[in-house]
């Protein structure tokens, strides 16, 4: 697929997605948005890929939320107020949608954050599966300085990612937080010196999924985005459903007799098939 506001490449079973709108500082606008949804569903229904890089051309990963396109969204008042109402609403959800396609997406998202990652930015790096970040980094919940509630992940997602007093006073005072205050509190793995370090390192990460039985990795993140929502009876029910279905497949087998031989378990040369 091509795409105006990313760029999106493969390589073997590693994707990368990056944020291409350098000269904005990555803003986001309503094709940003829209091409994110699209280019994570293609990636999980269309290709092989096994583990996704989501990173950022320029000098900031993202500035957010296109302010300046999103006033003439949020200004427009034509019409029966509780039409236009209802239209904001799914405008929203269709943001929210946007985000959610990288949580849905069967393969794991490891963010590489460099400079500013405000707004939406946390939005978008809160609904994948990793972080890393550079030692310039720095976040902000930037909705509250202009006094707009976070509505596209933010408060959903950071409250399992973030001590939730912090999150309070962040998403309140719409502060900054350096690249070390984010890895203390484990909102990050990892903190690197520059971009292409942490390209390096979110891809390195990406590469050793990317060995694992994709069976296995996809079923994994599954569990753990439905035990988050969930009990942790409902979790363990679940589970036991999964594995019930999953665990007749040859990944097992493959896997059992490379550990009993002692080999080094790389399902990229065991598997030959990429399903």
Not at 152 to 164: D, E, F, I, K
Request: charged fraction near 25%; charge should be negative; include cysteine.
């Amino acid at each position: 697929m091509e795409f105006e506001t990313l760029d999106v490449t493969i390589d073997g079973h590693i994707a990368t997605v990056t944020l291409n709108r350098p000269e904005k500082l990555n803003a986001m606008n309503g094709a940003m948005f829209r091409e994110i949804g699209e280019a994570f569903r293609w990636l999980d229904a269309e290709t092989n890929a096994r583990a996704i890089v989501l990173a950022g051309n320029g000098k900031h990963f993202t500035a957010g939320l296109d302010l300046k396109e999103s006033g003439a969204v949020l200004g427009t008042n034509d019409g029966d107020p509780a039409r236009v109402r209802e239209k904001l609403r799914r405008h929203v959800l269709h943001l929210q949608d946007c985000f959610t396609a990288l949580e849905e997406c069967r393969a794991p998202v490891i963010a590489a954050i460099h400079g500013a990652c405000l707004g939406g930015g946390i939005d978008l790096v809160s609904a994948c599966d990793i972080r890393v970040c550079t030692t310039d980094t720095w976040f902000s919940i930037q909705e509250i300085n202009v006094a707009i509630v976070a509505d596209v992940g933010t408060l959903q997602r950071a409250p399992h990612l973030l001590p939730n007093g912090i999150l309070r006073e962040l998403a309140l005072t719409g502060r900054k937080f350096l690249a070390e205050e984010a890895s203390k509190y484990g909102f990050v793995n990892a903190v690197e010196k520059d971009r292409d370090a942490a390209i390096a390192k979110a891809t390195a990460i990406a590469t050793e999924i990317a060995s694992k039985s994709p069976l296995a990795v996809s079923g994994t993140k599954a569990i753990l985005n439905h035990s988050r929502d969930h009990s942790i009876r409902d979790g363990l029910d679940y589970v036991a459903t999964w594995n019930s279905g999953q665990l007749l497949g040859e990944d097992l087998m493959k896997a059992a007799t490379a550990a009993l031989t002692r080999e080094t378990v790389s399902f990229s040369d065991l598997l030959e098939s990429d399903d």
